[in-house]
């Protein structure tokens, strides 16, 4: 009797989450109740899992949360699992440029950089010209305006047009609270990976930051 409880229990969560066929009739009441609950949940997830993004749209994102949802969106027991898989879906969909395209980038970034804080060890620097490559937990963010500006709309202020990118965040897992802006060397060496004639001391700011390292 227990197995056989079980099974159906297992089985009606699957027909909720459009897997399976549902045991019961789908159109009871209680079932159709219990799927408009279920489907308000996963929304709330995913609203809290990009809340900042989503206040930036001029729908607050209602139409892309729906489109996530209706794709299995928002069923992540745990947020950061949440956001790691709605941050992607919604820069994948996000004109380009916008401050809600930023915004998201920046909040991927911040959450790849914080994943490499326990583990992160600052590599010994190197003499010569070493080659380098990106750090794993780095990013490099821009902003269509001044980023301190996109942030203060989130709070109420008034959201600056939309300029050409002109204002570049670092992130990585050496740098204190995780991001600062780039310098246009930071920037130039961050896109090319070319040391030859970038200052030793700029190369190896970067690596103890965690922004480049050494390949392995």
Not at 73 to 82: D, M, P
Not at 175 to 181: A, H, S, V, Y
Not at 191 to 212: F, S
């Amino acid at each position: 009797m227990t197995e056989a409880l079980a099974a159906f229990q297992s089985r009606l969560g699957r027909a909720l989450r459009g897997e399976d066929t549902c045991p019961i009739n789908p159109d009871s009441p209680g079932f159709r109740f219990t799927m408009i609950v279920r489907r308000s949940w996963c929304e709330e997830r995913s609203i809290v899992a990009a809340r900042s993004v989503l206040k930036l749209m001029p729908d607050g994102g209602e139409r892309l949360v729906g489109e996530y949802v209706d794709q299995g969106g928002g069923s992540a027991w745990f947020q950061a699992t949440e956001s790691e898989r709605f941050l992607p879906f919604l820069a994948s969909r996000l004109p380009d440029p916008s401050h809600a395209l930023a915004v998201c980038r920046m909040s991927q970034a911040l959450a790849k950089a914080r994943r490499g804080v326990s583990t992160f060890v600052p590599p010994q620097a190197r003499i010569g010209a070493e080659p380098v490559v990106h750090g794993r937990h780095a990013a490099l963010v821009w902003f269509y305006a001044d980023p301190s500006a996109v942030m203060m709309a989130l709070n109420g202020g008034e959201l600056p047009p939309v300029g050409p990118p002109s204002h570049a965040l670092l992130f990585g897992p050496g740098i204190p609270n995780l991001f600062r802006t780039a310098t246009e060397a930071e920037v130039v060496l961050w896109n090319t990976l070319a040391i030859t004639g970038a200052p030793a001391n700029l190369v190896e700011d970067l690596v103890r930051e965690g922004v480049l390292t050494y390949p392995a």
